[in-house]
């Protein structure tokens, strides 16, 4: 099903108990019950909202929203593709996840491939995002109970296994103790799945950008045990982390929990949880658009509070244009927008003149995939009133419509991956006269 579009109810009749689970629901309640949601912080995204849906009743039918990804219950599976990429081979999804997740080409992501097969790759190349993410934090660390049995007892007698163990008395005393400790049932998890997925054959090169924090995971394990994986797996399902400050490490065990449960090419089948992965389509648009402009514009980002700027002085009006340009002698504001041409107006026409205002630009442009080769639109600003009937066009302010094409037909992907490089580089052409000179430094 491609997102933003509407499916009657019919089309919906093999997947029963998977559309009854996520029809109707908000995002924020499926992320409580175990979907993973790009971006990580929803609240923050422009394109979804915490409170939006995946699938809401209309007219008999459902209506999709701006999210693409891979969901699951038990043995159905839905499939949420891009409206750009074609009804069939969504090859523009894949090309998007790819360029802005970095999937390793190692790992056979075939849109035509098992939908579980899809779904349990991604899990794997997830795994070292959650756990770069989750290690900012520093290990994970928690208190624990040991047991020791040795002459030096410091902490309750376990006087069963004391007189199990030691009779006739040898000088040893049985013992538990609470300490605090790295290693824990949930860095157990960690390394039982770093081991995994190390053991794929492209499990190192999958792991190649996380050597350290691996490094860190296996040192902090020394009580490590291969054969020990089901009763880990087991205390992680009773023991799931609920502090909001370790709420990284809370993903993290999650996504742990699905690859290690992962059984005959498939997850969840005979089980009623709901899994799944989710991206905004508008989110992924723009990061993917960024590879291509990084050197030309900057990139504020509200997700991740980096790039703030502000309307009026005072430190009011707070603000994140897409893509600020990098030549400050001729200042040029660009917004992306994952929708068609004849879409784009109204809010949108508000939302980047008033940038192109703050910043003195005389140019903006609307960054949008093109499937159906329409070519620029550029539209000059008037100026004048309708009562003074003096309303020309003016010739030094103006905002453009730049579409990058969206290859069709292709036979495969490798095909659609040279086509978009092509495509790109006319796409980037209209920018390079744009100078990269940095900004001037403030006087404070």
Request: a neutral charge; aromatic letters at 14%.
């Amino acid at each position: 099903m491609p997102d933003n579009s509407y499916r009657k109810q019919e089309a919906f009749s093999e997947i029963p108990h998977l559309t009854d689970k996520i029809a109707d629901k908000t995002l924020k309640q499926l992320e409580r019950e175990g979907i993973f949601v790009f971006p990580e912080n929803v609240e923050d995204a422009e394109g979804i909202t915490r409170e939006q849906m995946i699938l809401q009743s209309a007219n008999g039918g459902y209506k999709s929203s701006n999210v693409m990804g891979y969901l699951g219950y038990g043995d159905e599976r839905l499939t949420i593709v891009s409206r750009f990429g074609g009804q069939e081979d969504d090859f523009f999804f894949q090309y998007l996840l790819d360029t802005v997740m970095n999937v390793p080409n190692l790992v056979n992501l075939d849109t035509d491939a098992d939908q579980d097969k899809q779904l349990f790759n991604f899990l794997l190349f997830l795994f070292p995002r959650f756990l770069k993410t989750a290690m900012r934090k520093g290990l994970f660390k928690q208190y624990i109970w040991r047991s020791y049995n040795d002459g030096h007892a410091n902490g309750s007698i376990d006087v069963a296994r004391h007189i199990e163990k030691n009779t006739p008395f040898t000088g040893r005393v049985a013992y538990s103790r609470r300490e605090f400790s790295y290693d824990n049932c949930l860095s157990e998890l960690v390394r039982h799945t770093i081991e995994y997925i190390q053991g794929k054959p492209y499990g190192h090169r999958l792991m190649a950008g996380i050597k350290d924090e691996v490094r860190l995971v296996r040192e902090a394990t020394a009580g490590y045990e291969p054969y020990a994986r089901g009763r880990i797996i087991e205390q992680n399902k009773k023991n799931t982390v609920r502090h909001a400050y370790f709420h990284e490490y809370r993903a993290l065990q999650r996504l742990c929990l699905l690859i290690l449960q992962y059984r005959n090419e498939q997850i969840g089948v005979d089980s009623n949880q709901i899994y799944g992965i989710l991206f905004d389509g508008a989110w992924l648009w723009e990061e993917y658009l960024n590879t291509l402009l990084e050197d030309v514009f900057y990139h504020p980002m509200n997700k991740a509070g980096k790039g703030a700027q502000r309307l009026f002085s005072g430190h009011s009006g707070l603000i994140y244009p897409d893509f600020i340009s990098r030549d400050y002698t001729r200042r040029v504001i660009a917004d992306a927008k994952y929708k068609a041409q004849r879409a784009i107006g109204n809010k949108d026409y508000l939302q980047v003149l008033a940038y192109m205002f703050r910043f003195d630009a005389q140019t903006g442009y609307y960054l949008y995939p093109d499937v159906e080769g329409t070519g620029d639109l550029q539209l000059w600003l008037n100026r004048g009133s309708t009562y003074e009937s003096d309303v020309i066009r003016r010739d030094d302010i103006s905002v453009i419509k730049h579409g990058l094409r969206i290859p069709t037909g292709a036979a495969d992907y490798a095909q659609f991956v040279r086509m978009m490089k092509v495509h790109e580089d006319e796409f980037t052409k209209v920018f390079s006269e744009i100078s990269t000179s940095p900004a001037p430094r403030s006087a404070s």
